[in-house]
């Protein structure tokens, strides 16, 4: 397992949608812990994507323990997968990605959700977030689309340079 090196704006697997998983398999398992390692390594990081770390499938790991504007919180968990089940109203608020370092921007996303995947087991997983951890799960999932928050600003006057990176 590895601290995998994040890709960043305009490497081309960042906007290309991912192909499933399909089964949870040793090599699955393998990328799901190369998720969590380069994310407990990465200052400030609450979810990361397997596209992010050059890795066209669709699995991603989230973990806002300790976050501020977290209300639901999992722990740390990877999803391949992932869907989304039901979805609550939207709401507008501030995100940067890792892979865009330079820019933060306001993207309307909705403020609950319940999503499902496969856990790193292989078991069918549902989950039922809000508040900061649905907006995590929803930029991941983005990833997985090959979007990136730029794509859902509402325009030019919504990106802002990035003030601080910690």
Avoid at 42 to 59: H, K
Avoid at 98 to 126: K, N, Q, Y
Wanted: glycine letters at 8%; charged letters at 25%; one cysteine or more.
């Amino acid at each position: 397992m590895t601290v995998r090196h994040v890709l960043t704006l305009p490497h081309d697997v960042l906007t290309t949608p991912s192909a499933p998983v399909g089964t949870v398999d040793a090599e699955a398992r393998a990328l799901a812990e190369d998720l969590l390692q380069t994310m407990a390594a990465s200052p400030a990081c609450v979810g990361l994507a397997a596209p992010q770390i050059g890795v066209g499938r669709r699995a991603f790991a989230v973990d806002v323990t300790g976050h501020r504007k977290a209300r639901s919180c999992h722990g740390a968990f990877v999803l391949f997968d992932p869907e989304i089940v039901e979805r609550g109203p939207a709401e507008v608020a501030r995100e940067g990605c890792m892979s865009v370092p330079e820019l933060t921007g306001d993207v309307a996303r909705a403020t609950w959700l319940t999503v499902a995947g496969l856990d790193v087991d292989g078991t069918r997983r549902e989950l039922r977030v809000d508040a900061f951890e649905a907006r995590a799960v929803q930029h991941e999932l983005d990833h997985l689309d090959g979007l990136l928050f730029l794509d859902r600003v509402a325009g030019p006057h919504a990106v802002f340079p990035r003030k601080v990176y910690r």
